[in-house]
């Protein structure tokens, strides 16, 4: 908004012109070249966000716990090796031939043990169950990957409104200081009581108290986005004045809840997630079963001297296998069995929880479309009327029929308007995504047709 007070003091005549009030005008700063749209924000949230960047770790991590279970089904190899000194006196003997004697020599050993598992059934288990926690993960970092979009915007546009209403609040105590500089004059020319005086300095104060708290609520919006992109924020790139916005497509909430259900990453997740639980009830039962393993070794000992003369050398190859039956473990088995079953019931209603947070969450989105897209006409109407309005009461003080004070409300008016009819368009765009993500469909696509609606 641009507003031009023209004073001629000695005739106490104010001039007041409207020259461009209308939502771009109002709102849009002129933009530094270091400006920031969603997509330049979005796209350092994913190298720099910390929340984000922990999930890509998390998938190797279940990469990485594939793989370690799939080594309880591969042979393994020990080598080992050893060397031990002993000293041997015979104090007592019933043998007359080693009645007395003693010796001093060293024994070096080693050997290497291989061993194949032929049947472990908790481990095949639970190489099956780390595929489900790989797949889990990856259900996991495309969630992440959702979040961080919504979370993005949702501070983008945070960001921008804070910036739309500390344009309000710099524009109206530019205003506001113009009517205290006219009520001074007109004071000292002895045309209005000074009561006048003392509430265009009270207005002045409260509009000075009102720029400060939004420049600092706009730093702090400012401040959160480079929390996620890791680099100073300095501007964005506002949101367009002619953007159509439209309904949802489909415009049935029913077909949104049924792909909410087939396709949102959360729900996907949850199911992962009591299949997981299923798998270590399985798991942790097949501890009662026995396993058998192929066991091969090889065994070197080279001893130096002993007690009755002479030294040695032996190899000793040995090839067989070996069953274990577990019998009886103090009941530990069965109590982690027991455990486990506990844990997929907690799954099922982590399960049925997310369900129906996701039924609520697409619902509060496609009626947030809807209900945003409603107030972005009714307020964008509302403007247009706040503007006549605007236009009639300063056209109504050259003529002596309002105050300035009653202009200067009329013009508060409008910006209050503005800033919701723009805080409506924020609101579409948001609960857009959101409705977006509940389907599962909201990727980095959205914020790159989202970006073609910023003024550049």
Not at 44 to 50: H, T
Not at 113 to 140: H, I, N
Not at 184 to 205: C, E, F, Y
Not at 441 to 451: F, H, P, R, V, Y
Request: hydrophobic fraction near 40%.
């Amino acid at each position: 908004m641009m507003r031009n007070f023209a004073f001629l003091n000695g005739s106490c005549v104010v001039q007041c012109r409207l020259i461009s009030f209308t939502l771009v005008a109002f709102f849009v700063f002129s933009l530094s070249a270091h400006a920031m749209d969603i997509l330049d924000v979005y796209r350092q949230a994913v190298q720099n966000d910390p929340s984000f960047q922990s999930y890509q770790f998390r998938t190797l991590v279940a990469q990485e716990g594939k793989r370690q279970a799939l080594a309880a089904l591969l042979p393994s190899v020990v080598a080992t090796a050893g060397y031990v000194h002993q000293n041997q006196d015979i104090v007592s003997s019933d043998n007359d031939v080693y009645a007395s004697g003693n010796s001093d020599y060293g024994t070096t050993t080693y050997g290497v043990t291989l061993t194949q598992p032929l049947f472990d059934w908790p481990a095949y288990l639970g190489w099956k169950q780390a595929e489900v926690v790989r797949t889990r993960s990856e259900v996991e970092f495309v969630l992440a990957g959702q979040e961080l979009i919504t979370r993005v915007a949702d501070l983008y546009f945070q960001a921008l409104a804070a910036r739309d209403r500390l344009d309000y609040a710099l524009v109206e105590q530019t205003a506001v200081e113009k009517h205290f500089e006219l009520a001074q004059s007109r004071l000292d020319m002895g045309l209005i009581p000074v009561t006048d005086l003392h509430d265009a300095k009270a207005r002045l104060a409260a509009t000075e108290a009102q720029t400060i708290e939004a420049r600092n609520t706009y730093a702090d919006a400012l401040q959160a986005l480079s929390e996620v992109t890791g680099d100073a924020v300095d501007d964005l790139v506002p949101l367009g004045p002619n953007v159509a916005f439209k309904e949802p497509e489909p415009p049935h909430l029913d077909q949104w809840l049924k792909g909410a259900l087939d396709g949102n990453p959360a729900i996907e997740l949850s199911k992962k997630a009591v299949e997981v639980a299923e798998y270590e009830v399985d798991r942790q039962n097949a501890g009662h079963y026995p396993s058998l393993d192929l066991v091969g070794s090889y065994d070197n000992e080279d001893t130096e001297d002993s007690l009755f003369g002479g030294s040695s050398e032996v190899d000793t190859f040995k090839v067989g296998v070996q069953l274990t039956v577990p019998i009886y473990q103090g009941g530990e088995t069965s109590s982690r069995v027991r455990s486990a079953r506990h844990e997929v019931s907690i799954a099922r209603q982590d399960l049925t929880k997310q369900t129906r947070s996701v039924d609520r969450k697409t619902r509060a989105a496609f009626l947030g479309v809807d209900s945003s897209l409603k107030r972005v006409d009714a307020l964008a109407q509302s403007v247009e009327a706040n503007k006549l309005a605007l236009e009639a009461k300063q056209e109504g003080y050259m003529s002596g029929l309002f105050t300035s004070l009653a202009v200067l409300d009329a013009e508060r008016d409008l910006a209050l308007v503005s800033i919701d009819h723009a805080q409506a368009r924020y609101d579409y765009i948001l609960n857009s995504l959101r409705l977006k993500q509940a389907v599962g469909t909201l990727s980095e696509k959205d914020l790159q047709d989202l970006a073609n609606w910023l003024v550049k």
